[in-house]
Structure formats: structure tokens, C-alpha cells
């Protein structure tokens, strides 16, 4: 399997939950931590192409350390995890980052694509974090970051989408030279 499509298939393990058991001590049967070694390996093999996949490699190697104690239920962490999940949140905007800047750099075609794409990710991240921080305060703003959590989610589609896609137009690790 190519190193993109690869990712895309680590990054959907981290983002679906298939949760057995009840409340927040449920334990996941596809584990983040796995998803994000898988994103680490398939961009630890793109990183001699470009600094953006060996950012998106480390930052996905700190995503599995972050998420390893989320795994068998956030319950269990109590507060704790609401930060741990802060903290996967910026993994999780690093890597696309990264992934979407190495694209541009290797595929010229592509560029204009991925640096909408890489732009859009960070304004949506952004607008749903201060949302998120806002509706602590108000709840009118509850709503707005619920809104703005299934923008995030049509545009994280998007994202993979674009990755699967390029997938093939990227270079073979095993034929380029380091």
C-alpha cells in the first residue's frame, strides 16, 4: 500500500470510536495508538521527501503516547483526559499540516489543492476551539461548536478523500533515494 493512502487508513483508525461497553470507561476496539504508529511508520517512510511528512512522522509518534492512556476509557483518567485529548487534538493538526505541506512540496500539481486544504484545516480547528472555549462560558455558543465539530468532520473527510487520491501520484519510497 502506498505511504498516503496508509495514513489515511491510520488516521481513520484514530478518528472512528468503536467503543464496547457503557460510558466513558468503554474500551476502543480500534486503538488511536495503533492508528497513530501506522501514520508514523507510512510518514517516517515519505520524510527523506520532505520535512513537512518527518513533522507529521514525530508528531504522529507523540499522538500514540498521548493517546495510549485514552485507550481504555477516558472515565478512568478523569480530568486528565480532557487534556491528553486537547493534546491529541494538536497532534492530529500537526500531522495533517505536515502531510498536506509535504504534498505541496512534492507534487507541484497538486499544491494549490493541498494548501486550500492545509489552510481550511487550520482556520476549521481554530474557529472550533475558541467555539469549544466559548461555550464554556455560554451556552448559546454550545451550539455554534457543534456546528462547527460536523464543519470540522465534512472538511477532515475531505482531507483523507484528497490524501487517498494523491496516494498514487506520490513517489515510491523504495525507488527514491534517501
Known amino acids: 500500500m502506498k505511504p498516503l493512502m496508509t495514513v489515511v487508513v491510520g488516521l481513520v483508525v484514530v478518528l472512528l470510536d468503536l467503543r464496547i461497553g457503557s460510558g466513558g470507561a468503554a474500551f476502543d476496539l480500534l486503538p488511536d495508538p495503533v492508528g497513530w504508529i501506522v501514520v508514523a511508520v507510512a510518514l517516517g517512510r515519505l520524510a527523506h521527501l520532505h520535512q513537512g511528512f518527518r513533522l507529521g512522522a514525530v508528531a504522529a509518534g507523540v499522538g500514540a503516547l498521548v493517546s495510549a492512556p485514552l485507550w481504555p476509557g477516558p472515565d478512568l483518567l478523569g480530568e ?30 497538486r499544491a494549490g489543492s493541498a494548501r486550500t486544504l492545509r489552510t481550511t484545516y487550520v482556520v476549521v480547528a481554530g474557529v472550533y476551539a475558541l467555539l469549544a472555549v466559548g461555550g464554556l462560558v455560554s451556552t448559546g455558543l454550545v451550539v455554534l461548536a457543534l456546528m462547527a465539530t460536523l464543519v470540522s468532520l465534512v472538511v477532515t473527510v475531505v482531507v483523507l478523500v484528497f490524501l487517498g487520491s494523491t496516494s498514487s501520484e506520490t513517489p515510491d519510497p523504495a525507488r527514491t533515494s534517501r
Open 80 to 109: 486528565t483526559a480532557v487534556w491528553l485529548g486537547i493534546l491529541e487534538g494538536v497532534v492530529d493538526l500537526v500531522v495533517v499540516v505536515g502531510t498536506l505541506s509535504g504534498v505541496m512540496a512534492v507534487l507541484p500539481r
